[in-house]
Every structure is written in C-alpha cells, then in structure tokens.
C-alpha cells in the first residue's frame, strides 16, 4: 500500500457547503476530488405510461429519498397530472418530509413521518393508513426492504420506476489516478468496472460506505480497505481519517 496518499476520488457530488472532506484534505495535504460513478435520469413519460401506472388511483405516495420527490413532482408535470389536496404522504424522515415545500404548500397536506428514520418506523405509520393505496415512487436499482415489510402487513402499494441509475461514464481526457475510492452504492462498484473493464487495484485503497456496497467490492474481487460504519468511525469521513492515521502522518502544525 502506497504510505503517501496524493489524490482521493470520493463518488459523490461536491458538497455546496465546508464538509469534514476538506479539513482532512487540509490536515493531510492531499488532494479530494467529488466525481460521481452514477447519475440519476428521469424516466420520460411515455417510458412510465408502458408501466400501466395511474397516479390517481392511489391515495398517498411513500418517500424514502429527495431524489424520489423530485421525480415523482417532474413526472407528475410531464404527465400534466394534477395532484389532488387530499392526497397523502408518507416520509421516512423528517428531512425528506420538509423537503415536500419544494412543490407543494405543506400546511394544507397530510404529512407522516416517524420521529427515528426507521423503515420499520414508518411502517408503523403506514400500517396505521391501511385502507389506503400507495404508490411508491422508487429508481430501477432499489432495495426491496421496505416492499418486503409492506407485503408483510399486505399494504395496498404499487411500485413505480420514476428515474434510473445508470453508469456517470469517465472521458479518455480524465486521467484516473487516484489512491483512494470512496463508493457508496453498489451501483457505484458496478460503474468502476464498466468504465474500467481491466481494472486493477494494486496499491489503490477502496473504501465504501455500507454493508451493501462493500459486499459488492468483496463480490468483484477487489480488496475493502476502509469500511464505514464501524464501531469507532460511524460515517465516510470518519473512517477515512481512520485509515490515513494507519498509512502517513498529518502535517506538521495540523
């Protein structure tokens, strides 16, 4: 393993404000670049008409993302449908559910989350609306946790594809040569090895956030060098600064 890390690519937008990315950059005098392996694309409407979907038949609409929200409201306009005021909304946090001002005036809807950001929380909450039909706007690479809970309590929900995760492909321009992967999704693995088919890690540390995505690193035969949460570093950062620790010195004064 390389001791003097340069350049760190974290597979992620750059954040609009300070992050801890940049005090360890200044700590440790490296170099971190935001460059996302994936983007998310609208699915048009004539795509979501082949699905058979009526948003009107359902009565309250599930939110477990931002990113869902803004496409369930780009879609609707496309499909110049109408959303009624009656209309419910189920958010697993309070941050997604504040995050609904953006398109509609919050004071006049139903609005549920739960006080944790449980998905069996909002379950619950859910569970308690039963005579309602959801419908659950999700992208085509999804985790089935949820749906497996709400068939479990035989919820009325239909699963709606309102936007795609697909491959952010690297131009021959960019030169690719970092010490450090952060990845925070499988579908970031997956893109790594469509853009570089004949990758190599050698000296290069992976690291990733979550259980899923680091079973996906494991899967490709790559080595997991820094794995977030962990008992002593419960997010990206933390355990990123974890293992610089292990490999170079801060610099002096820092």
């Known amino acids: 393993m390389d001791s003097k890390i340069k350049k760190i690519l974290v597979s992620q937008p750059h954040p609009k404000e300070k992050s801890p990315y940049h005090d360890i950059a ?15 694309d609208q699915v048009s409407a004539k795509d979501f008409r082949t699905q058979k979907i009526n948003i009107l038949d359902h009565t309250a609409v599930i939110f477990t993302a931002k990113t869902a929200i ?3 409201f780009l879609l609707c306009d496309e499909l110049r449908v109408q959303i009624p005021e009656t209309m419910k909304y189920f ?5 997604i559910a504040v995050y609904l001002q953006k398109y509609i005036i919050f004071r006049k809807r139903k609005i549920f989350f739960p006080s944790s950001s449980r998905i069996e929380d909002l379950i ?4 308690k609306h039963n005579k309602e039909h959801f419908l659950v706007p999700l992208s085509d690479v999804h985790k089935e946790d949820m749906l497996r809970l709400l068939d479990g309590k035989k919820i009325k929900y239909t699963k709606a594809i309102m936007y795609r995760t697909v491959s952010n492909d690297f131009t021959p321009e960019e ?14 693995i997956a893109s790594l090895l469509k853009n570089f088919p004949n990758f190599e890690q050698n000296g290069t540390a992976i690291g990733t ?9 494991r899967d490709a035969g790559l080595r997991l060098d820094i794995e977030a ?5 419960p997010s990206m950062t933390a355990a990123l600064e974890q293992y610089l620790k292990t490999v170079m010195p801060p610099l002096k004064g820092k």
Request: charged share 15%; aromatic share 18%; with cysteine.
């Open 229 to 233: 949460p962990n008992p002593q570093a």
């Open 26 to 40: 200044e700590k440790y005098g490296v170099e971190i670049v935001f460059r996302p392996f994936i983007r998310i």
């Open 70 to 72: 803004d496409h369930f």
């Open 124 to 127: 619950t909450y859910i569970n």
């Open 175 to 188: 030169v690719f040569d970092y010490n450090i992967l952060l990845f925070f999704s499988p579908a970031g």
């Open 209 to 217: 956030f979550g259980p899923t995505t680091a079973k996906a690193v």
């Open 91 to 95: 958010c697993i946090t309070e941050a």
